[in-house]
């Protein structure tokens, strides 16, 4: 949709006389020739005010998909050191309930080497169909042959809808995969719905959290959105199997790309607070960076990760990787203490679906109490030394 220009009817007046009509400047008349420059803001008024006729608005018309030709809600199954990496079988449990809505089948697909267990695996979680692309060729990560395997298993399946974990290799696979299927794609959403006509209602935070946009792409199949760990709930496993394998063909010309793995070099293992079962976390309630070992010292009296807020981290007082919320991670443990945390949206997006959240905080309006199950008011730094002595004074009965 835009201005539409009808040269035909431009005169040197009616050219004149939009060019002093535009407040934003974005009307100009050169040699002859009416023109719209980057300063159009679409106001319209060139066509509502402006010589009739010269300047219309022109909607653009969107062909509509045929929705009956997409079925189906994937999950691409991602390998991480010969395991299916948990946010895998998080986006199974979802994708099963918005199947539920529309009454699609769920499946799942991997794309690697020697994947015969890892498919059986999923079928202990209700997919209807594991599709695998199987080769010693895509044993590791390489863009090209990845997305060209994932983009044959869009064209033959034709599925309805996507999930991808919001993981390092999910990040780079999902855009390009997008953008060669001619779809849109939502990153990191939070909350996703489904609607009966197979719509996919996909809700992210945007403008650093304060608000949460819905995104739907009614015209283009399939809908692609990618998730972070730890915000779905992942199903049981059954003892039973269910459902089939279907195995793929891959082709030499799936396996082209400009990039050869000369050496595979394993990064030390860090404990990521996204797995921690226990946290105890710190904002700009703590005044000074000193005073980050009562913090640790509580968190290793509980077996806990010490985590943190962004202004902690903007301090240089703790690396990125320790950030709860929205530009940090996601985190679903057994318990956190928050502690000197106001409680933002950003901050309680990330932390919300934690199974008790005991917050310490000395003003009795902090956001934060609106979520945490056990409330502490009072200064943190009366609290928390009270508290290290309450769990040594337990552990010496």
């Not at 035909?8 to 407040?23: D, F, I, N, Q």
């Not at 990787?321 to 997006?349: E, M, Y």
């Amino acid at each position: 949709m835009g201005i539409k220009i009808h040269e035909e009817l431009v005169t040197a007046e009616s050219a004149e006389a939009l060019v002093s009509l535009c407040p934003f400047g974005a009307i100009e008349y050169n040699d002859g020739k009416l023109s719209i420059n980057s300063g159009c803001k679409n106001c319209k008024m060139c066509v509502r005010k402006g010589p009739a006729g010269v300047m219309t608005w022109e909607e653009e018309t969107v062909k509509a998909i045929d929705k009956s030709l997409w079925k189906g809600i994937a999950v691409f199954a991602e390998e991480r050191r010969g395991k299916i990496h948990p946010v895998t079988l998080e986006l199974i449990g979802k994708a099963k309930e918005l199947a539920a809505v529309i009454d699609h089948p769920v499946y799942a697909f991997l794309i690697g080497s020697a994947q015969d267990a890892l498919a059986e695996e999923l079928l202990h979680y209700g997919v209807d169909k594991v599709f695998v692309y199987d080769d010693p060729a895509l044993a590791h990560f390489t863009i090209s042959p990845y997305t060209a395997a994932f983009y044959d298993f869009i064209e033959k399946v034709k599925p309805s809808s996507i999930l991808v974990g919001a993981t390092n290799l999910g990040r780079s696979l999902a855009p390009r995969v997008a953008a060669r299927a001619g779809t849109g794609l939502t990153a990191d959403c939070t909350v996703l719905k489904m609607k009966e006509n197979t719509d996919l209602v996909q809700i992210r935070p945007a403008f650093g959290g304060n608000i949460m946009a819905q995104i739907v792409t009614p015209n283009t199949r399939p809908q692609f959105c990618t998730v972070r760990y730890k915000i779905f709930s992942a199903p049981e496993r059954n003892a039973e199997t269910s459902g089939e394998i279907v195995r793929m063909a891959v082709t030499e010309e799936m396996l082209k790309s400009g990039t050869e793995v000369l050496e595979i070099r394993e990064k030390p293992q860090e404990i990521d607070i996204s797995e921690a079962e226990t946290i105890v976390a710190f904002g700009r309630g703590l005044q000074k960076e000193s005073d980050m070992e009562m913090v640790k010292e509580l968190a290793d009296l509980l077996g806990a990760q010490v985590a943190c807020t962004r202004p902690v981290i903007e301090k240089g007082w703790l690396g990125p990787k320790k950030q709860i919320g929205l530009s940090g991670r996601t985190v679903k443990p057994k318990l956190i203490i928050a502690i000197g945390i106001s409680g933002s949206v950003q901050f309680a997006a990330g932390m919300k679906g934690s199974d008790f959240i005991v917050a310490i905080n000395e003003d009795p309006n902090a956001g934060v109490f609106d979520i945490a199950h056990l409330g502490l008011v009072g200064d943190l730094y009366e609290i928390v030394p009270a508290l290290i002595e309450k769990i040594k004074e337990g552990r010496h009965v």
